[in-house]
């Protein structure tokens, strides 16, 4: 009887099995006239919510080894381990493939129908995935490219390694194919489906162009007369490049009420780096709007400073604390030397461990017991002594705390805004012209480039900043009389730009500096600037690289490490043999330490750096 029960119950799942089969055959098997076409407009978008070169692994793996090695930021004393440990702990920068299948999806769209008037969208992916190539490559040289994300479509399963130089001229190649698409009256796109230009054709053009841009000062180094006719073509062109506010590739990918995560960019905290004091230092003599846009805040307003001179713990407070205050016959707070927001900026020092500057500096900045701290009654409160990139810059899904004395006010902003991303704007694109004009590759005023450069670069800054309402931006919480706000006030970039660390006088050191602080917030880009051009300079008067007694500057990494792969791994012979012919020695620890000297990642060089000089040591 059991038995017989089961084989019915078996033969009803059979039955079940078998209709629930025939109705998915039969929705297989519908006449081709009733089946609705695919549209390339939805996936192009949705490629667009995907693209990200900056996502959450980036900021957890990449970007304070990108600030340590240019001493753009860092988390505390400069070690070893500040160079060598972390190299192969690295996001590898995939973007492209996402992108490429996109494009590779809607080209065969457009075959299959024959739409051909679908290509901009295809243009579209095909730009993103330039973009996001140029950075992986700018990680791992040579890349798969080429004969990627083909094998849907019956090509390679292992596709080869492309080699930079010849990527770097298939992209200009792809570049003035997608402009030509771009500028085709036949094209028609729906332009809310293009969450990025709202389906302007001449800004998709413009941001292409830009691109070129890119790839010439990476090539510049190993081939100059190409970089400077790339940049003199692009200078010259009918379409132009991204010169203004309205045309940066500056976009959010939904609003919050309908997003999901995709609109906040990512639910993960992320620990951001500290700034260096000395680049801190050296935006706030430039009287720079940027650094309250890029960086966070320390803890002590005024409020904070008068709860420590109450309670007895003067003598606690910082020395860049009570050097900018003054105060009346009873040592009570009176009045800061240099006011709001710019006294609230401050970064940690590039010191080297046990070293005698870190034995000065120990006891101040480095004394993580109760110095920093204020008790009153049953509450106890800690403040911060130093800024740290902002978070909301970075994701949407924030919130802040007002700075207040123990037993004071509660004071949150929670609010939950949709994440804007910058990706490349009319600072940057002016500042690689002034940097080219300069050295001769292309014709046009240096000065004028540099200083149209500056502008826009705070100006896109201050929009970034104020789309992802950062905190203070706007508001000052109504906590602290003497707090500022911190959004671009009328007259700054001219006073910015009349300051001796930022008026145009011709040199190149200048130039790369505005360079790495427009790149704040693009690591990749401060970090890729900071190894081609040799800046911040050893022995600068404006923003030094500090070199270390105890550690050369050839055993700062210029690339992270690259580890044998599996002997099972399908890629290991072809993988194997692109690296020997990039000159890289592969690590054998598949547990990440596979190098016994950081050397090698400074001397083994990625192509588009071998000409480069080193670290602090620029060539011009």
Not at 39 to 55: G, M, Y
Not at 171 to 200: C, H, P
Not at 266 to 275: A, F, R
Not at 568 to 577: G, K, L, Q, S, V
């Amino acid at each position: 009887m059991k038995a017989n029960k089961i084989f019915i119950a078996l033969s009803l799942l059979a039955v079940v099995g078998l209709s629930s089969c025939r109705d998915q055959f039969a929705e297989l098997n519908k006449k081709p006239d009733a089946v609705t076409d695919p549209e390339p407009s939805f996936l192009a978008t949705r490629a667009q919510t995907l693209f990200e070169t900056n996502d959450y692994l980036f900021w957890f793996y990449n970007h304070s080894l990108y600030f340590r090695w240019s001493q753009m930021g860092n988390s505390g004393v400069f070690s070893e381990g500040s160079y060598g440990m972390d190299a192969s702990t690295v996001h590898r920068q995939t973007a492209y493939i996402t992108m490429l299948t996109y494009r590779n999806d809607i080209n065969q769209f457009i075959e299959k129908y024959e739409r051909p008037d679908a290509k901009a969208y295809a243009a579209m992916c095909g730009v993103l995935a330039v973009y996001s190539a140029i950075y992986a490559i700018d990680i791992n040289g040579d890349i798969q490219y080429t004969e990627a994300a083909q094998y849907r479509y019956g090509g390679e399963l292992k596709p080869k390694y492309d080699h930079v130089a010849e990527l770097y001229d298939l992209f200009i190649k792809e570049l003035d194919e997608y402009i030509d698409t771009f500028q085709d009256d036949t094209q028609v796109v729906v332009a809310k489906q293009d969450i990025i230009y709202n389906g302007n054709m001449a800004k998709w053009a413009k941001l292409a162009n830009s691109l070129k841009l890119k790839i010439a000062v990476r090539l510049y180094a190993n081939d100059a007369t190409k970089a400077s006719q790339i940049a003199q073509s692009v200078v010259n062109s009918e379409e132009g490049y991204i010169d203004s506010l309205d045309e940066a590739f500056i976009f959010h990918k939904a609003d919050a009420a309908t997003g999901g995560d995709i609109a906040y960019q990512t639910e993960n905290s992320i620990s951001m780096i500290g700034g260096s004091e000395n680049v801190i230092d050296y935006m706030v003599a430039s009287l720079d709007p940027r650094v309250r846009f890029f960086y966070t805040k320390n803890g002590f307003n005024s409020k904070i400073i008068q709860e420590f001179i109450t309670e007895g713990k003067a003598d606690k407070l910082p020395p860049f604390v009570t050097d900018n205050i003054n105060v009346d016959a009873e040592g009570n707070f009176v009045s800061y030397k240099l006011g709001e927001p710019w006294c609230r900026y401050q970064g940690r020092p590039v010191v080297w461990e046990m070293s005698p500057e870190y034995e000065a500096y120990k006891g101040i900045y480095f004394d993580y017991t109760d110095r920093y701290q204020l008790t009153v009654g049953e509450a106890t409160k800690s403040y911060g002594l130093f800024s740290s990139l902002s978070e909301e810059m970075v994701r949407g899904r924030c919130g802040y705390s007002v700075p207040t004395i123990p037993g004071g006010p509660v004071i949150q902003d929670n609010t939950q805004m949709p994440w804007w991303g910058m990706y490349l704007g009319a600072g940057e694109t002016n500042l690689y012209l002034a940097e080219l004009a300069q050295l001769g590759a292309i014709s046009g005023s240096a000065k004028a480039y540099y200083e149209k450069g500056v502008e826009l670069s705070v100006k896109e800054w201050d929009y970034v900043a104020g789309k992802n309402k950062i905190p203070y931006y706007g508001t000052t919480y109504g906590y602290d009389p003497l707090e500022a706000s911190i959004e671009l006030k009328e007259g700054e970039i001219a006073a910015m730009l009349n300051t001796d660390a930022v008026k145009w006088d011709g040199s190149m050191e200048k130039i790369y500096l505005q360079q790495l602080m427009n790149f704040t917030m693009l690591p990749n880009e401060l970090y890729v600037t900071a190894r081609r051009s040799g800046y911040p300079k050893v022995g600068s008067t404006l923003l030094p690289y500090v070199k270390f007694e105890k550690f050369e500057l050839a055993g700062v990494p210029r690339r992270f490490e690259f580890n044998e792969p599996s002997p099972t791994d399908i890629m290991h012979d072809i993988r194997m043999e692109n690296l020997k012919e990039q000159g890289l020695t592969p690590g054998k620890n598949q547990s990440g330490m596979g190098y016994a000297t950081t050397t090698l990642l400074n001397t083994e060089r990625l192509w588009q750096d071998k000409n480069a000089p080193q670290w602090g040591t620029p060539k011009k």
